[in-house]
């Protein structure tokens, strides 16, 4: 996530220059910046306990909260920052972002279009509105989406059970995020990584190839892809797959290595 922040924000309704506690953001920022996260969660929250409607620490609140892989309490975040300025343009892509995180994109839509009535002049707003407008419900294929990923509870619960060893519990779980979430791929990988720890290894390499059609963004996928064709002598397939995803998202040139050389 490119996360948007500013220094200054302007009131687009009075013309007044809104600076309420900006010092005290600004040292919350360059904490999040450096990592500190517990420094800048006490800034924030002492200044919405001073200012409850301050629209910028709300927006750096859900920036904590992302960092910190906390998506769903990232878009409450961003989503309250907007509630407070309808036209505040860094909240409104930070919650674009978080919504395609959480497929909630349905949910958010009419908050371009209320802060393109406020003010017209919002370039990325209305961007994002166009592409809401245009995609529908392919907008969680486009780029952007596949590179954010996808998380909903059921796929957190999961990854938890799969951690602990319960692959009976998991697998059911991830089987569900199927149903309810719609076709995924964080959820098929998690059915490959079970089914490659039973060895039953093609059906691992077949999950793995479904994972990838949905999400060719996730990096581990194709490592796993890779660990599951070299049991069933399919290394050059697994290979040959890499490559052709690679053509579209140059990012996966960071794996590059593990294919070199089969």
Not at 3 to 8: N, S, V
Not at 29 to 51: C, F, H, M, R
Not at 98 to 112: G, P, S
Not at 144 to 171: N, V
Request: glycine fraction near 4%; include cysteine; charge should be negative.
């Amino acid at each position: 996530m490119a996360f948007k922040g500013d220094h200054i924000m302007s009131d687009t309704q009075t013309g007044l220059v809104q600076c309420q506690f900006c010092d005290e953001n600004l040292q919350a920022e360059e904490a999040l910046t450096q990592g500190k996260y517990p420094e800048a969660a006490n800034i924030l929250v002492s200044i919405v306990e001073k200012d409850p409607l301050n629209w910028r620490a709300f927006n750096n609140l859900g920036i904590l909260s992302w960092s910190k892989e906390n998506w769903q309490d990232a878009y409450i975040m961003f989503k309250k920052a907007i509630s407070i300025k309808g036209d505040y343009e860094d909240a409104l892509v930070n919650l674009f972002d978080a919504a395609l995180k959480l497929h909630r994109i349905k949910e958010v839509a009419a908050l371009y279009d209320k802060a393109l009535e406020i003010n017209l002049d919002l370039q990325d707003a209305r961007v994002i509105r166009e592409t809401i407008v245009a995609m529908k419900s392919d907008i969680y294929q486009s780029k952007r989406a596949l590179q954010i990923g996808f998380f909903s509870p059921i796929l957190d619960e999961a990854k938890k059970l799969l951690d602990a060893g319960d692959y009976y519990g998991a697998m059911k779980k991830f089987l569900e995020s199927i149903d309810v979430d719609g076709p995924n791929g964080p959820a098929y990988c998690g059915l490959g990584i079970i089914n490659y720890y039973q060895q039953r290894f093609q059906d691992a390499y077949s999950l793995f190839i479904e994972s990838i059609r949905h999400n060719p963004c996730d990096t581990e996928t194709y490592l796993n892809l890779l660990d599951a064709a070299k049991e069933i002598n399919k290394t050059q397939v697994a290979k040959d797959i890499y490559n052709i995803y690679k053509k579209e998202f140059p990012e996966l040139e960071v794996i590059a290595s593990n294919f070199e050389g089969l």
